[in-house]
């Protein structure tokens, strides 16, 4: 999130610091974290937490709603990512008073065995809501979901991202445009300015950003 407007830097900053105080994102280099993906990492972030915050998960409703009348106008739905997308963007979709879907990480294995849930218009402009994006894969995976049924994505918009270089090639091969309301840049700033990480940490941290996919296996 390089390059933000003085507004957008204080929405990023103010989540930054409240997914710290709310422990919806941790920093540990001593002891990592394992991804789903097998990665060793010394931070993890769970914005599912901000939902039992009825402050926070008020302010990054309306930040995220008004990302999207800034970004996408033209949206005329929005889409939550399962799982922690779905809550996200049903808020949105809520406060902006426009039809909701989600897309399921899996088909349903019975019934219709629906990938996308809701009421399907081709040709209608849909606006992606992902709580998480790390490598990028499966928001590109739900957004080809979208695309499969003729609906025409403006864009994706994260509560958070780490900012790897992966995933911004991978948005920007899919030409899918996409931003965020706060970054791992952002937020090791503010953790820096709070003190809660040490110089040795902000090194590792660093290793990390860098090579996260072989990062803690020496």
Known sequence: MNGLSGKDSSVAEHIARMLLEIGAVKLNTHHPFTWASGWKSPIYCDGRITLSYPQVRSYVKQALADKVKKRFPEAEAVAGVATAGIPQ??????????????????????????????????????????????????????????????????????????????????????????????????????????????????????AWRKSPETWGQN
Do not use: W
């Not at 081709?122 to 928001?139: A, K």
């Not at 995933?167 to 920007?172: E, G, K």
């Open 89 to 206: 963007g049903v808020l949105v979709a809520d406060l902006l008073d426009l039809p909701f879907l989600y897309v399921r990480s899996n088909p349903k294995g019975h019934g219709m065995e629906n990938l996308v849930e809701g009421e399907v218009i081709p040709g209608q402009q849909v606006i992606v809501i992902e709580d998480l994006v790390s490598t990028g894969g499966s928001s590109l995976k739900a957004v080809a979901a979208l695309d499969l049924l003729g609906l025409e994505v403006s864009g994706l918009i994260a509560v958070f991202t780490y900012g790897f270089d992966q995933a911004r090639q991978l948005f920007a091969n899919a030409e899918v445009a996409f931003t965020s309301l706060c970054s791992y840049d952002i937020l090791i700033k503010e953790a820096i300015d709070q003190q809660l990480i040490s110089a040795s940490d902000l090194t590792s941290l660093q």
